[in-house]
């Protein structure tokens, strides 16, 4: 969904190139905050979940939904909605990850935006053809991703621990 890429990749011109940005990029925004929103339900769910199970869960789910996506439960329901979500049972404790992966997309993308192309901007940029990306990803996050603990590979990489500063100048306008 990268207008430069597609532009690169597509022979687009300048003008669909401008045309597919801005609808790409509201769209990027809207997707990456319900998803924020909805995985901090799932985390806060699960919390809660493991730290008492026994409670009422169909209405503690209700509660994470409406704090953290201000979606209000409906009338009269007391339904298991909760447990259809298959990640409970074959992956417990683990939506967080996905919300601390695009942190770090964003936080890499910064990185490799602004030191290692050195560029001014991060509008329209595309990663191809661009040898020096190829190469610190390869150095700096394949090479060493088994000898040091994920956060850590991240402040080797990017200078800095893992933080939403990124994802927010990315998402949140």
């Known amino acids: 969904r990268n207008p430069a890429w597609m532009q690169q990749m597509l022979g687009l011109t300048d003008q669909q190139r401008d045309d597919i940005q801005k609808v790409g990029d509201k769209y990027a925004q809207l997707k990456q905050l319900i998803f924020a929103r909805w995985a901090m339900v799932m985390y806060n769910f699960e919390k809660e979940l493991y730290a008492n199970p026994d409670q009422d869960l169909n209405k503690l789910w209700w509660q994470m939904v409406e704090k953290y996506q201000f979606i209000k439960a409906p009338a009269g329901r007391n339904e298991p909605d909760w447990a259809a979500k298959i990640h409970f049972t074959i992956a417990p404790v683990y939506y967080h990850n996905y919300l ?39 150095e700096n996050i394949f090479r060493p991703c088994a000898e040091y603990r994920w956060n850590v590979m991240i402040e080797r990489a990017t200078g800095e621990p893992l933080t939403a500063k990124y994802f927010v100048e990315q998402f949140v306008k």
Request: net charge positive; no cysteine.
């Open 100 to 138: 601390l992966g695009e942190l770090f997309a964003s936080q890499l993308h910064n990185h490799l935006v602004y030191k290692v192309l050195d560029l001014k901007s991060s509008d329209n940029v595309s990663y191809v053809g661009q040898k020096k990306v190829g190469n610190f990803i390869t």
